[in-house]
């Protein structure tokens, strides 16, 4: 079964920074691609940022480009974000999500699966 | 605000098809497969289709979805009252080099 769990949340002040943390388990881990969702309260999903599973590329939402960093030990199985320079907007759950859905013959980009959420509050 | 935009709302009675849908650009519909999303108050995001029209496994054939040009749509049939949720379409934006997801719909069951 996967399982994805996320940690490292938590009330941190304005310019603040947190590193979260998403340990997965039951997949193989360095074969996929993994990204960050977060969604804040009361409103919709927001991708975050996203590491490749076929080399060391990494991407980032431009609300985020500059301030959060993306990273994976493949050796741990876990994924990591780096968030500095934290804004009030930057409040929200953030979800690690596995990409790629895996059929017999293929695997196609989707966020399969999520993890349950961790809860970041960046408030004074 | 996201590129991508859905209707805030949609609703049906049980039985009835309800239909939502996704509406982006060259960027991103237009060239890129679309996922489908359902979630429930305070729990995670599911996966409901993905490469515009296909179910993954365990997902009711209730749900079907499609894309044409820069517009996808997801379609629940048969409407059940735990279909009452949130849905986002997503996609790959090829301007902005990331995913991107829909404004989301609320589907309330009447």
């Known amino acids: 079964e996967v399982q994805l769990l996320e940690s490292g949340g938590g009330l941190v002040q304005p310019g603040g920074s947190l590193r979260l943390s998403c340990v997965a388990s039951g997949f193989a881990f360095r074969s996929f691609a993994m990204s960050w969702v977060r969604q804040a309260p009361g409103k919709g999903l927001e991708w975050v940022s996203g590491f490749s599973g076929v080399d060391t590329s990494t991407y980032y939402a431009d609300s985020v480009k500059g301030r959060f960093t993306i990273s994976r030990d493949n050796s741990k199985n876990t994924l990591y974000l780096q968030m500095n320079s934290l804004r009030a907007e930057d409040t929200a759950v953030y979800y690690c999500a596995k990409e790629g859905y895996c059929t017999r013959f293929n695997c196609f980009e989707a966020f399969d699966q999520w993890g349950r959420g961790t809860l970041v509050t960046v408030s004074s | 605000q996201s590129v991508v935009t859905q209707p805030p709302s949609a609703s049906g009675t049980p039985g009835q098809r309800v239909t939502i849908s996704c509406s982006g650009s060259s960027s991103n519909i237009g060239s890129n497969p679309v996922t489908w999303y359902h979630q429930l108050p305070g729990t995670a995001p599911k996966l409901l289709i993905y490469s515009n029209d296909q179910r993954p496994s365990g997902v009711p054939d209730r749900f079907s979805g499609s894309k044409s040009g820069t517009s996808a749509s997801l379609a629940i049939s048969g409407l059940l009252s735990e279909d009452e949720a949130d849905y986002y379409c997503?996609?790959?934006?090829?301007?902005?080099?990331?995913?991107?997801f829909g404004t989301g719909t609320k589907v309330t069951v009447l």
């Open positions: 997503a996609v790959w934006d090829d301007s902005l080099n990331g995913y991107v």
